[in-house]
């Protein structure tokens, strides 16, 4: 009966959390200071994870004395934000949202305590013992909404943005190089994070095309893109074969690194967990010239699959012009290798994205990853 109370009163903190955040109520998380160290300092297996970093953030300026005002307006102005936030302005918010980030922990709690203090110790003790993931809505750093299921999206559920060092850059990249009217493929797009910026960018004229293999993650993903008449998804593996192919979904904390591949993870205790589904696949070839799509980007994040989603696409690289955005990982050398000679083999050149969002011409994956003691980032390449 302890333990159903202690459960209880934490998912109410929870869901509490949410509603009054940037309120005047948020100083009666301070009441919560003493619960929230446990969870706050402790170190877990969670915070290990790539790319699952969970930071709070107001949803106005990173400076405290602007916050105030850019909360009511983004409170009370909603729609008029979305359509009147420029490129620069979007890129203001992403680099107060990396200053957070990269911030000491005290101060990233301070910014928020009663959400970041109610979601750690819902994510630290009770999805550690009852393993139950929890759909929320959230919003995006570009004004957009969206649901993620907790505690995979942690980063967008409490930073409004994807926080890994390479995902910040990959948002700066596609902020400055994607114009209204173009269209955006995204293969991998999980809850839809980048499909949704990249609607937001291209706008009604442009399109974009989402895949998803997983079904899990699908259906939030295809819930995300309802109201947005300029995203199609796809239930579907991109692969270099047409047919049915056997797909690996982990559980929701590991969902993004839900596979065909599973043998690259053999490490990891999470891979005996998976769950296998079919799910037909198509090439990039056969589906743009069935459906007469003409992307001038596509971003691949198919862990450990980018070299089929390629070789599935060849015609169309071949002939035109686009920007292709892959993730590449240490974990198989020789397949990184691979994809890089057979891109250049089409006149294609190796880019890595900068800080600043900018283009460096770069002469290995390898090299890369090594130099910076990094483990996997997001590569350009484009024709020059």
Known sequence: MKSFRTGFFLEGIFSISKKYRNS????????????????HFAETDFEKIEGLRSF????GLADRESSFYCTISIKFCGSLIETSMSNNYLLQRLHQIEQLARAG???????????????????????RFQQRAKLRKTSTFFGTEMKVLLP??????????KTHDSEIRLSRWLIQNLSVGDTFVDVGAHFGFFSLLASYLVQSS??????????????????????????????????DQLGKLIFYEFPVLYSEYNTLKPEQFKDRKWVRSAKQIEVKSITLDQ???????????????????????????????RVHQIKILVEATLLNIARQHSIQHYLESLGYSLFIIQSDGKLRSIQSIEDHLYIKNITSDNFVFQKV
């Open 206 to 239: 442009g399109q974009v095309i989402a895949f998803e293999a997983a079904i899990s993650t699908f259906k939030i993903l295809q819930d995300n893109v309802r109201n947005h008449s300029n995203i199609i998804a796809h239930h579907l593996a991109v692969s």
């Open 287 to 317: 589906f743009l010239d069935t459906h007469k799509y003409f992307p001038n980007c596509i971003k691949i994040d198919v862990e450990g699959a980018e070299e089929k989603v390629l070789r599935g696409f060849e015609s169309y690289l």
């Open 105 to 127: 922990r005290w101060e990233r709690f301070s910014y928020q305590p009663l959400t970041y203090a109610s979601t750690l110790l819902w994510r630290n003790l009770i999805y």
């Open 56 to 59: 709070p953030v107001r949803k």
């Open 24 to 39: 005047q109520y948020e100083s009666v998380a301070l009441l919560f200071t003493l619960i929230a160290t446990f969870s």
């Open 152 to 161: 995979a999206g942690m980063d967008i559920f409490l930073l409004d943005a």
